[in-house]
Every structure is written in structure tokens, then in C-alpha cells.
């Protein structure tokens, strides 16, 4: 076989992170080469596994520790590569929850620069009727048949919350993939030859920016049944910072009294005896996660009572 058949089968395993943390009440990952990629590389036979490789390269390229991670998906589809004639790359990604050591460190970015109709903490993002209805409209109406176009209606409807619909803060993945499909991202774009710059959202390498849309819907998936927070927060904290870090990453509000009720029937957070006076207002109690859950990592967890929209 030609030497050049046998480089366009090559096959790369490639080991990508999403670094996750939270910082004054904002979610915000780690990422490499200004902002425009997650880190990662190659898997090497002198890597002893898969997540000592992938630890290995987030501490060379970022001097960041990795603490607490799980594998998260495989990527293997051939039509998102960049390139035809590129090497095929499986990717293999990883979810990782830290508390980013410097807010001021050019890596961190906040997740809502590259999702911005994710964020409805102070309700729907204007991009969503602004740009992104208009747009899915546009590509609902260019379907081929009635049918085809009665689908897409329902589908850009259910998963962007539009004529009336609920929003699902679980299904970023989903939204991220119909804006792809339907022409609307940079990465897709940039695939068929065109400018990225009517994309939507900042756009990152490769599939770069899907994998990160992975993680979100995971993480915003796992804190409503395991307190998987407690890797985010600071060892003593106020519950009005446990809840803005729980707001931060679902990216809804939730009902105070009613958060804090849960809290205690949960009984996932214990007083230190301490206060803070950092807020405006009388000191407030300072709490930690209780040893069970810090030791354990598997109780049933932190359902979210969201408020109402």
C-alpha cells in the first residue's frame, strides 16, 4: 500500500479536558492557545493510562494540577474533523472540577463566552430572539418538504425554550449540535469554506467547542443528584455562595428559602461556628460540607429547586 494511503488510515487518540471552576459566582474552564482550544494531546505509549496522560498534559500546558476527574465521552465522528486528509483522530475527553488559583490567569475563560444563550440567570438571553430564532426559523422554512419543515420547527421550539416552550438547562449539547447542523456556529461554517464571522458564540478548534458543551450538560446533570459542588467551593463558605455556584453552572436561579431548606434536609452542609462580614448587612455563617459527603461521594445529592421563569 502507497505510504500516503497508509497516513490518510492513521488513527490519533487524542486526550482532551474540561477543566471546570467557579469564581465570583461565574463559570469559567480552562483553556489553552487564547482562549480558542481545551487542553489536550496525544496519547503516548509512554503514558502508564489514558487519564495519566491527559494529566500529564494539562499540568505541561497549563501548570494545573488535575484533582478530581471522570471520563466524559468518546468523539470518533469523521465528518467533524478539520480536514479530509488529516490523520482520523478519536478524541477522549474528561470532566475535571477545581478552584481556579488565580482569577486573573489569561486560561480561564468564562463558559457563557462560548454559550451565550446558555446563561438565564437573569432571564432568556436577548441572542436567543435576536439571532439564533430568526436564524432557526430561516432553516426550519428551507427544508425540502412540509414534513421536514414541521420537524425542525418542533425541534429548534423544544430545545431553545421558543413559542412558549420550557427551557431544559440539560440540554446544551443538543442546542449546540442543532446550531452546528443548522449552519448557525463558526465551527460549521468554517468547515464548508465560509467566514466564521456570523458565527454564533465564540468558536474554539476542531470539535473543541461540542466537547465543551458535553461537559456543561454533564456537570448540569450530575449536581441535581450528587453534591459534586463541594470540588468547586472553597473548604468554608456562606450558603449564598454555595448557591451561586450552583446558579453559576445550571445557569437558572433558585428559590432561596427554598435552597436553603434543601440544604439542611440534606443535611450535605454542617455550621463552622464561624462568620464572615465580606457582605453588606449582618455577618454571615460560614458552613462546610459535612465529612460524610467529602468522604463518601455518593449520596443522593443537590436537586435543584429552580425558580420559576
Given at each position: 500500500?502507497?505510504?500516503?494511503q ?70 470518533a ?11 482520523r ?28 444563550w446558555?446563561?438565564h ?22 427544508a ?63 470539535d ?10 454533564r ?30 453552572i ?28 465580606e ?25 435543584l ?5
Amino acid at each position: 500500500m502507497p505510504g500516503s494511503q497508509r497516513a490518510s488510515r492513521s488513527v490519533v487518540v487524542d486526550l482532551i479536558a474540561v477543566l471546570a471552576a467557579v469564581t465570583a459566582g461565574e463559570p469559567r474552564v480552562m483553556t489553552v492557545t487564547k482562549g480558542s482550544a481545551l487542553p489536550s494531546g496525544p496519547f503516548e505509549l509512554a503514558h502508564r493510562s489514558l487519564q495519566q496522560g491527559l494529566r500529564d498534559w494539562v499540568e505541561q500546558q497549563t501548570h494545573h494540577p488535575l484533582g478530581y476527574v471522570e471520563q466524559l465521552y468518546t468523539f470518533a465522528d469523521k465528518d467533524r474533523a478539520d480536514a479530509d486528509t488529516a490523520p482520523r483522530t478519536i478524541s477522549i475527553s474528561y470532566l475535571g472540577l477545581t478552584r481556579e488559583h488565580d482569577a486573573a490567569e489569561a486560561g480561564w475563560h468564562s463558559w457563557y463566552e462560548y454559550f451565550p444563550w446558555e446563561d438565564h440567570r437573569a432571564g432568556p438571553p436577548p441572542v436567543i430572539a435576536r439571532v439564533l430564532a430568526p436564524a432557526l426559523s430561516a432553516w426550519a422554512e428551507d427544508a425540502s418538504t412540509a414534513g421536514m419543515r414541521s420537524e425542525r420547527r418542533l425541534r429548534a421550539a423544544a430545545t431553545f425554550a421558543l413559542d412558549g416552550a420550557r427551557w431544559n438547562e440539560e440540554l446544551t449539547l443538543q442546542r449546540y449540535e442543532m446550531l452546528y447542523e443548522a449552519g448557525i456556529v463558526a465551527e460549521r461554517l468554517r468547515r464548508e469554506g465560509h467566514s466564521e464571522a456570523g458565527g454564533a458564540g465564540r468558536p474554539m478548534i476542531a470539535d473543541h467547542r461540542r466537547i465543551l458543551a458535553t461537559g456543561i450538560a454533564r456537570l448540569r446533570a450530575k449536581i441535581k443528584y450528587r453534591p459534586v459542588v463541594f470540588e468547586l467551593m472553597p473548604p468554608t463558605f456562606t450558603l449564598l455562595q454555595l448557591q451561586r455556584c450552583v446558579e453559576a453552572i445550571a445557569g437558572r436561579t433558585l428559590h432561596k428559602q427554598n435552597f436553603r431548606r434543601l440544604m439542611e434536609q440534606q443535611e450535605l452542609v454542617e455550621e463552622t461556628g464561624g462568620t464572615t462580614s465580606e457582605s453588606l448587612g449582618r455577618p454571615a455563617k460560614l458552613f462546610r460540607f459535612r465529612h460524610a459527603v467529602v468522604e463518601e461521594r455518593a449520596l443522593a445529592g443537590t436537586k435543584l429547586p429552580l425558580a420559576p421563569t
